[in-house]
């Protein structure tokens, strides 16, 4: 079993910026592509970036190209969203999510071709 809960949300001006983190228990996911989803209200869920097991492949959505990187520790079995930049549009709940292997963007950026989640942590952007 995989369990994943995320952490470091919270309230920032536009501008500022947050990191997030996902800790994974249950197994190692060291070999696992992880990414970050996130979902505003009344809005569908929405890919965000991802990062591959081996090697560290990355691909971020056009919307956080250049402002978030996404990273992970092996040793920690974490991963992480450093965010910078942020934007009243970046409001929402962000959840971590894992899969077995990397893929086509088509499938690394819908949400149902994700099989591991978190619960999600709420990130506000506003002045």
């Known amino acids: 079993q995989v369990q994943l809960v995320e952490s470091g949300g919270g309230w920032v001006q536009p501008g500022a910026s947050l990191r997030l983190s996902c800790a994974a228990s249950?197994?190692?996911?060291?070999?696992?592509?992880m990414g970050w989803f996130r979902q505003a209200p009344g809005k569908e869920r929405e890919f965000v970036a991802t990062i591959a097991g081996t090697p560290g492949y990355k691909y971020y959505s056009d919307s956080v190209k250049g402002r978030f990187t996404i990273s992970r520790d092996k040793i920690k079995n974490e991963a992480y969203l450093q965010m910078t930049h942020l934007k009243p549009d970046d409001t929402a709940v962000y959840f971590c999510a894992a899969r077995q292997n990397w893929g086509l963007p088509q499938v690394l950026t819908a949400h149902s071709e994700w099989y591991f989640w978190g619960q999600g942590t709420q990130v506000t952007v506003s002045s």
């Open positions: 249950g197994r190692s996911l060291n070999t696992y592509t």
